[in-house]
């Protein structure tokens, strides 16, 4: 199947699965008489592996790793779950960062008249050097 047909069943764009063939994360795709690339139903279940990975927010390197381990028989589950655990924890301190945010925002949204005078305790506490 072609690069279009591949998208389509994968969900990644054209444009990204070139992206994954150039830094390595995906194996080169075959390449037909006149140069197209042709897809296997192999790379189309890698293709969806990586997809699922990403939408998990692995990044390209925990999806490298996740890949090789997978395509690995004789892996063991402790690397895949060492390498989620991380990545949970990742994941985790970013929910934290964002829950700090939203708590700052929402004192300055809180101290915000929101009427038609041009102060604005937001902009004064985003001009803070806190």
């Not at 063939?21 to 390449?31: C, F, H, N, T, V």
């Amino acid at each position: 199947m072609n690069i279009g047909q591949a998208s389509e069943q994968s969900g990644i764009s054209p444009k990204m699965i070139r992206y994954y063939e150039q830094i390595g994360l995906l194996d080169a795709a075959k390449r037909s008489n006149s140069g197209y690339r042709i897809y296997s139903k192999q790379d189309i279940k890698d293709l969806c592996f990586l997809r699922q990975a990403r939408d998990l927010g692995f990044s390209s390197k925990q999806m490298k790793e996740l890949l090789d381990l997978r395509k690995n028989t004789d892996r063991q589950g402790a690397d895949v779950k060492q390498l989620t655990l991380q990545h949970i924890a990742t994941l985790n301190q970013k929910i934290a960062q964002l829950q700090d945010m939203v708590s700052l925002l929402q004192v300055s949204a809180d101290h915000c008249s929101g009427d038609a005078n041009a102060d604005c305790a937001i902009l004064k506490d985003l001009e803070q050097n806190k």
